[in-house]
């Protein structure tokens, strides 16, 4: 019997209104857990390298994994992956909240979506069955109408929804999938390749639940939990203030991006600060399915920016992006901006990052007053700001130029406007300074998805003996390294920790929960996987499962045609940043492609980072090596 797994996987072809099940055996879910692991096993195996990321044989692939839906706190994650259409890399974005779990209550472990239909459609999965249902009377609405038209045509308020909103149907090519009006997979434009599909949502709803192999062990880690977690600093003010609880300490350190990444400090940061949001806005917060930390906040205002708390609210990254990024301090403005986003279905760091672009552009001349149709488009005009974002939703003047991404956006602009575009491969990075955090700038440069803050935990963690590396002991991590150390030291210390983090979106586990700076400690995720599905794993393995997806999605992209030359950064981050206390700081060319070498080496890669025939033999997907060749 399986432990935590259905061992059924949806098939749904658009083109034919076909839809099958697939059956894995045991061994495929040990392989690859679920999540980015099961993704790219059905990327590679079944799409051939080439393909237009918004035509019919687009794969789309929404993946949980053997520990969604098992009552533990941060196990409630899904990832969506496709080759994405901001990148035309492997693309891939995780999302919390109660969908992920409620798939598996219905009956699948994932489902695998081709084709396109001839017209809007939305898929309707309950306890074991799917069925393809007419969309139209919802298609163009925002999202917050389409759920509450699924949910009364089906009736059953109860049903979790996965959708596009408008900026999905429009193809804008950063749009995000949405789930209850707030939970996101948000970035390289998993929301256009459903738009594409003409898929407008997927609605689940399941009253199965996991079977696990070992209920008490389960209990006893919740219960651990439970004890444990409001200890940990960084949790703790997760729960009271959620992640904009970042926003005053980046400022102090010099590190909050500001004006488009020229500095680290804003005037006024403590008017967006989460503190402030706390005290004037939130009117509540929201935990994801079984999840103690409750970090998401919802907010609400009347004026003169009218926001509905249906649509939650503001993130760290939404934070810094709609508004230091954006040299703006209103906060209003900053929240309004984010739910536009929720309700038109688009990434708020590409969003904020792709209006900042445009404001320097703005302010050296390179769009004028004409281009932007009369906006005054100056970092810290809020509402300039929040016009934009809307303008992008609807792909409306400037915006239909924006909604291309920063990178394509610069090609059609012109003029030296790339110099201003700050993205890897096509994706806008994201709000943490790589300047001062260089594994995370590493990072940005060697992400299969194109710039990923998420690939390591970040850099000032480890600058010191204690709790933070002695999390990592068990996975040989013993000594501090410095934050703008990026000599062999640091790319080992990045090369395990990516190990970690990929496997992470392999067992689609929250990392607002899990070391090496939050609760569960390594050895503990071990202990769940084996008390859910009653293997016996261990750390090796499980670090093999996120190496071997790392290096599988780094097949997918030289099968697209990437080379070593696209593991480079905007040349800002070779540039010092130009205020406050890290003034002057600025990562070395030389360094920078010296640490880009030493990773290749590090993953048994060529030196021109392509994965060796022997590393993939060794990581069991020989098979790779085959679709290499081809």
Known sequence: MAHGYNGKVLRVDLSSGKISVDEPDEVCYRRYLGGRGAALYYLLKEMDPGVDPLGPDNLLIFAPSVLTGAPIQGASRFSVACKSPLTGTYGEAEAGGHWGPELKFAGYDAVVVKGKSEKPVY???????????????????????????????????????????????????????????????????????????NLKAIAVRGTKRIDIKDPDKVTALVKWFNQNYMKNADVSGLNRIGTSQYVLALNESGALPTRNFRDGVIEGAEKISGETMKETLQVGQKACFACSVACKRVVKVDGPFKVDSAYGGPEYESIAALGSCCGVTDLKAVVKANEICNAYGMDTISAGASVAFAMECFENGILTK?????????????????????MIAKREGLGDILAEGV???????????????????????????????????????????????????????????????????SIGILEPVPSLDLGERKVRLFTYLQHWWSLGNCIDICLFTTAPARVWKIPQVVEMVNAVTGWDTTTWELMKVGERATTMARAFNVREGFTKDDD???????????????????????????????????????????????????????????????
């Open 407 to 473: 990178k394509a956006a610069a090609e059609r602009i012109g003029k030296g406007a790339e110099k201003f575009a700050m993205h890897v491969k096509g994706k806008e990075i994201p709000m943490h300074e790589g300047r001062w955090k260089t594994g995370v700038g590493l990072g940005y440069g060697v992400s299969p998805t194109g710039a990923d803050h998420v690939q390591m935990e970040h850099d000032p963690c480890f600058e010191e003996k204690g709790f933070f590396i002695d999390q990592l002991n």
């Open 568 to 630: 480079w950064l905007p040349e800002r981050l070779f540039q010092p940043l130009e205020g406050g206390p890290l003034k002057g700081t600025k990562l070395s060319k030389d360094v920078y492609r010296q640490a880009v070498v030493a990773y290749y080496q590090m993953m048994g890669w060529t030196e021109t980072g392509v994965p060796t025939k022997a590393k993939l033999e060794e990581l069991d997907v020989g098979w790779v090596a085959d679709k290499l060749r081809k």
């Open 370 to 390: 004409k281009d932007t149709g009369g906006i005054d488009l100056r970092f810290g005009n809020a509402e300039a700001m929040v016009k934009v974002v809307e």
């Open 123 to 197: 898929l309707w999965i309950h306890d074991g069955e799917a069925e393809i249902r007419d969309a139209s009377k919802i298609w163009g609405k925002p999202t917050k109408e389409a759920q509450e038209g699924i949910r009364e045509e089906l009736k059953d308020n109860r049903i979790r929804v996965a959708q596009i909103g408008p900026a999905g149907e429009k193809l804008v090519r950063f749009a995000c999938i949405v789930n209850e009006l707030s939970d996101v997979n948000g970035r390289g434009g998993m929301g256009a390749v459903m738009g594409s599909k």
